[in-house]
């Protein structure tokens, strides 16, 4: 359940439209539960703001169909990571509403309405090879409930593609780079815009970009200001934080 869902399930109680037999099933489910190869946390979503991702790299179909099942059972919304069409079909035979972006390697099962954060975010990609890194954090933004605006291919090879998007990319609250080779992208971005920039280096480039070391230690090396640097290829980490930043817009203050 999320922290929204737990707010209205406590208020209903107080206000007597949820009984105590109701209210003592809830809480006796306990955050976790055991499925003798994974634990699957459900308060993740009520600590941290969105439920537990299922990194779908690594695991068997039957793994992910199953942890995926008991988290829609739960009320959550699914999301799986770096999975592919084999998976997606088994698990849209079990969940009907699944939906499965080729590119980014994602499947989603939304959980009732998305709440949105208030906040935008833009995703930029260097080049077109870098497309399934910024689908992913295109995707994974917007199922946190992100407005996400995508602004693909334009590295700095013609940087006239991105001068002339520069007012699109200000209007965002976050801004997502992904680029590969030298990864140059980032410090370009940050140097135009007054807004957080995540850095995004992908696996992309020739033999010296090294699987992507060399465009993340650019990013790391930047001289603009502002800039945030996630691991090579991890566009879901890159949304994640992305969306720490934009839910601040929304948040409810902390009591002194």
């Known amino acids: 359940m999320t922290a929204r869902q737990w707010q209205e399930l406590l208020l209903a109680y107080k206000a007597g439209q949820v009984d105590l037999h109701t209210m003592m099933h809830h809480l006796k489910a306990g955050p976790d539960e055991d499925l003798g190869f994974a634990k699957i946390d459900h308060h993740r979503a009520v600590r941290n703001g969105f439920p537990e991702v299922i990194f779908g790299q690594g695991k068997t179909k039957e793994q992910v169909v199953a942890i995926a099942t008991h988290l829609a059972a739960a009320g959550s919304t699914v999301l799986v990571t770096r999975t592919v069409r084999e998976v997606y079909e088994a698990i849209v035979s079990r969940l ?48 946190m409930g992100n407005e996400v605006e995508r602004i693909y291919d334009v ?32 410090s370009v971005v940050a140097g135009l815009v007054d807004r957080p920039v995540i850095g995004v280096p992908t696996s992309i480039g020739y033999g010296a970009s090294f699987g992507g070391l060399a465009a993340l230690l650019t990013m790391l090396n930047s001289c603009a200001a502002g800039i945030g640097v996630v691991n090579i290829d991890n566009g879901f980490g890159a949304a994640a934080l992305a969306t720490t930043i934009t839910r601040l817009k929304t948040a409810a203050p902390h009591s002194s």
């Open 96 to 143: 009907p509403a699944a939906e499965f972006n080729a590119l980014a390697r994602t499947i989603v099962v939304v959980a009732g309405e998305i709440e949105p954060t208030g906040g935008r975010v833009a995703v930029l990609s260097a080049g077109t090879a870098d497309l399934p890194v910024a689908e992913e954090a295109a995707v994974t933004a917007a199922v």
């Open 155 to 186: 590295g700095v090879a013609g940087i006239h593609r991105l001068l002339g998007r520069v007012e699109l990319v200000r209007r965002a609250d976050v801004v997502i780079v992904v680029a590969g080779m030298e990864g140059a992208l980032a």
